[in-house]
């Protein structure tokens, strides 16, 4: 009977090492994701430039995860073009960063003035990597979240609902796709549970807010600046134009009294009466200094109109040159050769 006791009980300790090997094998294979990209990690090297990048989007470990599995890498136009080229170039958007074949692809912007586009965009393809990750329940849910915020700010938010018209093509899954990157690195004000969503992945999401607004003030402060000079260069013109036309009328008008007043004197019509010639040469000295001066101040506002439009010229030229420099398509400059 011991015999069989003991029989008995090293079958139930097979059939327990069984069970307990086949429920790791399904943790195992559940989770095999997470256990692919902690191996893809672990042999990933990354630049100088990717080590600081990643360290300035304040990832958690999970986060920082998805970010080296997905082998981050960065270049210029040249590389990043052939990197990227099976994605969809937007007419009114720059593409400054993919996620594709499972690897975040950046494009390298180093103008001071856009500093923070390579962070915010290494930030929303790290969300694009991630929503790969999620199962069909959890897009599906977070989905119907992205949307309803999406309805509510675009309801309110002109600028926003144009910021996303880029992706108006786009169909419902691959907008919320694009929803998800772009809530996550460029809106401060989220709902708790979007909020709690993105904590998955970010120890402090609105340092990557932070970054897109610091680059994107620079062209909103340009558009601002350069609203405010073309509504003063109208307003500057009409009142130039009417003030002009006023003092033309005038000039013509105090030519024709002068003249009348030569032809008076000349037909000795002031002979005998020298105070009478004295006040009418007078009043015409004077209407001849007002016209001096308003033709003087007319002049001053011309200058300044013309000042105002060429610091407007200079504003479009900056913001077209900031664009060309966001401009991943655009050829690289060619190196001058010399004739020899």
Not at 202 to 222: A, K, N, P, Q
Request: glycine share 6%.
């Amino acid at each position: 009977m011991a015999k069989s006791v003991g029989k008995r009980i090293a079958q139930g300790v097979a059939v327990a090492l069984t069970l307990a090997i086949a429920a790791g094998g399904v943790i195992a294979y559940s989770n095999r994701g997470a256990i692919q990209d902690h191996f893809l990690a672990a042999g990933f090297e990354p630049s100088d430039r990717i080590a600081q990048i990643q360290e300035e989007i304040k990832l958690n470990p999970t986060g920082e995860r998805i970010f080296l599995a997905s082998q981050p890498t960065i270049g210029g136009r040249d590389v990043f073009n052939r990197w990227c080229a099976g994605v969809d170039h937007t007419e009114e958007g720059h593409v400054l960063g993919c996620y594709a074949d499972r690897r975040i692809r950046l494009f390298e912007v180093t103008d001071e003035r856009l500093t923070g586009v390579v962070e915010t965009t290494a930030a929303h393809e790290l969300l694009h990597a991630s929503w790969a990750r999620m199962s069909q329940d959890d897009r599906a849910t977070v989905s119907r979240q992205l949307i309803a915020e999406y309805d509510a700010l675009a309801a309110t938010d002109a600028e926003f609902k144009q910021r996303m018209s880029v992706y108006e093509s786009l169909s419902k899954p691959a907008f919320a796709n694009e929803l998800h990157s772009v809530f996550g690195t460029e809106v401060r004000e989220l709902s708790p549970e979007l909020e709690s969503h993105y904590a998955k992945w970010f120890t402090d999401r609105s340092v990557v807010v932070d970054w897109y607004d610091g680059y994107h003030g620079v062209f909103i402060e340009l558009t601002a600046e350069a609203e405010r000079l073309s509504t003063e260069l109208e307003a500057l013109r009409a009142d130039i134009e009417q003030r002009s036309a006023n003092y033309d009328i005038a000039v013509q008008q105090f030519n024709a009294d002068a003249a009348d007043f030569k032809l008076r004197n000349e037909q000795y019509e002031f002979s005998g009466n020298k105070p009478l010639f004295d006040s009418i040469r007078g009043q015409l000295l004077d209407r001849q200094e007002g016209l001096d001066a308003v033709r003087r101040e007319i002049q001053a506002d011309t200058d300044r109109f013309n000042d105002l439009r060429a610091q407007l010229v200079e504003l479009n030229d900056v913001s077209l040159e900031l664009n060309d420099v966001l401009d991943s398509t655009l050829a690289e400059p060619q190196e001058r050769v010399d004739a020899t």
